[in-house]
Every structure is written in C-alpha cells, then in structure tokens.
Nanobody, 126 residues
Framework: VQLVESGGGTVQAGGSLTLSCTFSGFNFDDYVIGWFRQAPGKEREGLASIANTEDSTHYRGSAKGRFTISIDNAKNTVYLRMNNLKPEDTAEYHC????????????????????RGQGTQVTVSS
C-alpha cells in the first residue's frame, strides 16, 4: 500500500494550490481517503475526505468553503484544491486512507487511519 502526496509549495496569501495524493495497493471502494495537516506547535487538523459512497465528501473547519476534495478514479489520485490561502494554512499536508468507506469520522475527527503518505509542505506567505 502506498500513498504519495505532491503539489505543495510556496504561494502568496490569496493564491491557490492543488495537492495530489496518488494511491496504490488497495481498492478505493473499500476505503475512505482524506487530507489532514500538521503545523509546528499545533494539533493535527482533519480537512476533507472522500469515499465511493452516496454521501461521499466531508469537510471540517478551515476546509469548509475554501477547499474541495475530488478524485480521478482512472489515475487513482485524490486532489485537494485549496483557494484563498492564508498564512495560517501553512503546514505539512498528508493524505491518509482508512478501511471502511463509512469511516470518515474516524479519519477526520479522531485522526485514525490505516495508511498515510509522507506529506507535502505548503507555505503561504503574507
């Protein structure tokens, strides 16, 4: 099983970035995949999740209204589009996968997951 994030970088406040999470080794139909971030001195924050279910996407906190999660099934890649970025969005961003497509709460709120990528750094300058 592997999850590989990419797309991080440095952007000015107000700008946008799209992060990618390419996964392999498991069937997306059985999992929920999400993004969380970790900044130095701050708690880990769950952002968004997606699954192949009827109620497929969920967002928390800072991600609501500014971030969009999506998937390209043909490429086994989950994206996180981030708009109107702010300096407080600076963090290392990780994607993670949790078995059971209904377990978005465990992943986003409780921070429980089965697999996680190494992360990609996002820096937002003011």
């Amino acid at each position: 099983v592997q999850l590989v994030e990419s797309g991080g970088g440095t952007v000015q406040a107000g700008g946008s970035l799209t992060l990618s999470c390419t996964f392999s080794g498991f069937n997306f139909d059985d999992y929920v995949i999400g993004w969380f971030r970790q900044a130095p001195g701050k708690e880990r924050e769950g952002l968004a999740s997606i699954a192949n279910t009827e109620d497929s996407t969920h967002y928390r906190g800072s991600a609501k209204g500014r971030f969009t999660i999506s998937i390209d099934n043909a490429k086994n890649t989950v994206y996180l589009r981030m708009n109107n970025l702010k300096p407080e969005d600076t963090a290392e961003y990780h994607c993670a996968a949790d078995w059971d497509a209904m377990s978005w709460y465990e992943l986003l709120v409780m921070g429980e997951y089965d697999f996680r990528g190494q992360g990609t750094q996002v820096t937002v300058s003011s």
